[in-house]
């Protein structure tokens, strides 16, 4: 599937009259979606899959947002937004029920950090999954804990951060420093003569009641999943990733280590070791 014929986003400078263009696009209904989609598998319909993908440029652009604090440029974060939603769309089995919406996030989601994260490598990131987590969840993390003062970390907040992703506190000063720059808000104006915000030209995510069915299906399924997979760990192994990875409040790998009597290194290791598990597990279902 090729990109020709779509908008391109050139240069960060352009970027509000390509949000202007994308609003262009008319967004498709449930049975106009399906009917293009169907187009497309069955018939290998051109046309089909440029409605397809010119209907879904406005989420490529909301989740392109969310990654601008990484010091990359805007105009390549949605480029590789829309390498994604190309592949979602030639992937997507509409007979399975679910809003294209729904599937293409996580492609687009994926492809983003593929390339935010060969971008990072310059400075030599982390490639094992807690250094990924640490660096797509550091600024989230920092704000839930009142941590927004400029430059290093208190070593309170350091402490706190390194226990809450499960990774060392050198690990977390390192990828705070790394981090440190210019961000931008969603509510910073498109230009300084003007009024209108970024946030005003992105699509409306409020879901209709399609997606929200298709949504409980998927996490249905991956819940089942999740569950069956959680049966091959230890009663410990569980409790941890429980504890840790699937409440909303994490653990602390102090208040683990005092509930089972072991150091936090242990915990940590316990943490990983089943984590592997569990992935392992689930893949091996899902096959």
Not at 148 to 165: F, P
Not at 184 to 205: G, H, K, T, V
Not at 225 to 233: D, I, Q, R, W
Not at 259 to 280: C, D, N, P, T
């Amino acid at each position: 599937m090729s990109s020709r014929g779509l908008p391109a986003l050139s240069s960060d400078s352009g970027l509000s009259r390509y949000l202007s263009e994308i609003r262009k696009f008319p967004l498709l209904t449930l049975e106009e979606e399906y009917m293009f989609a169907k187009r497309l598998k069955e018939h290998g319909d051109a046309e089909a899959a440029r409605r397809l993908v010119t209907s879904h440029l406005r989420l490529v652009a909301k989740i392109a947002m969310g990654y601008r604090g990484y010091g990359l440029p805007v105009s390549e974060i949605v480029a590789e937004g829309n390498v994604g939603l190309m592949q979602a769309v030639k992937r997507f089995e509409p007979d399975k029920g679910f809003r294209l919406a729904t599937y293409a996030m996580w492609w687009i989601r994926a492809s983003i950090q593929e390339y935010v994260l060969r971008s990072w490598s310059m400075v030599k990131l982390g490639t094992t999954a807690a250094q990924k987590k640490l660096f797509f969840n550091l600024r989230k993390a920092k704000s839930n804990i009142g941590a927004i003062e400029e430059g290093d970390l208190t070593h309170a907040h350091t402490v706190k951060l390194a226990d809450q992703l499960g990774v060392t506190e050198r690990e977390v000063t390192d990828m705070n420093r790394r981090l440190s720059g210019p961000d931008s808000s969603l509510n910073a104006p498109l230009r300084s003569e003007s009024e209108s915000e970024w946030q005003d030209w992105l699509a409306d995510d409020t879901m209709d009641q399609e997606t929200r069915m298709a949504e409980r299906e998927e996490l249905g399924d991956r819940h089942d999943l999740l569950s069956n997979a959680m049966s091959t760990l230890t009663e410990r192994e569980r409790d941890i990733i429980q504890s840790r990875r699937l409440q909303d409040e994490p653990a602390t790998l102090e208040e683990l280590s005092q509930k089972f009597g072991v150091s936090r290194e242990r915990v940590r290791q316990i943490e990983v070791r089943a984590f592997e598990k569990l992935q392992k597990a689930m893949a091996g279902k899902a096959a």
